[in-house]
């Protein structure tokens, strides 16, 4: 009897021991779901942009060396683990333009600030109401007569590099201004204005253009010069279509197409610079806009 129990002892902690279910701590809870967000980030990031096709590329590779490992293929295995040593500095050698653009917009998004809302007393403004109405008014008058244009509406960073590519204008912002600089056959009318809170900045701006692959094929330079500052900056960019004369708007890499006058105001308010006094009270999540 004693050898029966000792053999089902022993069956037990051979094959049984293993099912058991190991203690979970919250900790652990909160690593799964961090690592989990972090691992879909990454992955929407890669098929955004180029780094898809190169991933697809070194996917492949690694396909090819599990099958020399396989068969046994002592010179490819050789040759692999050499390459080994020094692909990691080759990846970001090739990764370097996306994995900069990456972390330029992990800079500027504010976590804290996404997670904890606070309620807010309107204190100031940064630019006003009346340059809503003169950029919405340029920008449809524009539309109607078919002429291109590429407005960039600056918040908190810097684009003193894009200005300099253009001519300096330091001049005060009118629907007819806009309009006359993107006339056709002007020496302005060619790039982007850049807009400073009350302030035409520059005209003739070049932007960099936006290298993301999911944009639709139809869309021209105009459209992904405006997505591509708005992936690098915090910057709005409203673009009228030469083509069609829609208006669309740019902002934070994502392209809101055929606009009519009252949402692009309600765009262009978002950004408009307000400060705030906080109350005591605050939400936990902001609401996501619609785009």
């Known amino acids: 009897m004693s ?35 972090l691992l879909y980030k990454v992955l929407s990031w890669i098929k955004e942009s180029k780094a898809w096709s190169l991933l697809k590329g070194i996917i492949f590779i690694l396909l090819f060396v599990m ?25 970001v050698v090739v990764f370097q333009p996306e994995l900069r653009k990456a972390l330029e917009q992990l800079g500027r998004r504010k976590v804290l600030s996404s997670l904890l809302q606070f309620d807010n007393r309107i204190a100031g403004e940064r630019f006003s109401d009346e340059t809503i109405n003169e950029i919405t008014r340029g920008a449809f008058e524009m539309g109607r007569a078919k002429t291109g244009a590429l407005i960039v509406v600056a918040q908190n960073d810097s684009l003193t590099d894009y200005e300099k590519t253009g001519i300096i204008l330091d001049s005060a912002i009118s629907s007819q201004l806009l309009i006359n600089i993107f006339e056709h056959n002007t020496p302005l009318h060619d790039g982007a204005v850049i807009v400073q809170g009350n302030r035409i900045v520059a005209a003739t ?36 279509s030469e083509e069609t004369g829609r208006v669309s708007v740019a902002y934070e ?26 109350k005591k009270s605050f939400r936990l999540f902001k609401r996501k806009a619609e785009k």
């Open 205 to 240: 701006c070049y932007l960099p253009l936006s290298e993301n692959m999911a944009l639709s094929k139809e869309l021209g330079t105009r459209h992904r010069a405006g997505v591509g500052i708005s992936e690098v900056t915090d910057s709005m960019t409203v673009i009228v």
């Open 67 to 91: 099958v020399a490992a396989m068969f046994s293929m002592t010179t490819i295995l050789w040759i692999a683990k050499n390459v080994f040593s020094v692909a990691v500095t080759a990846m």
């Open 3 to 37: 050898e029966i129990i000792e053999s089902i002892t022993s069956f037990a902690e051979r094959y049984v021991t293993w099912l058991s279910i190991p203690s979970i701590k919250w900790t652990d809870i909160v690593e799964i779901l961090i690592i989990s967000v």
């Open 253 to 278: 890499g994502e392209l809101t197409r055929n606009v009519d006058m009252d949402e692009l105001k309600e765009m262009l308010r978002k950004v408009q610079g307000k400060t705030f006094e906080e």
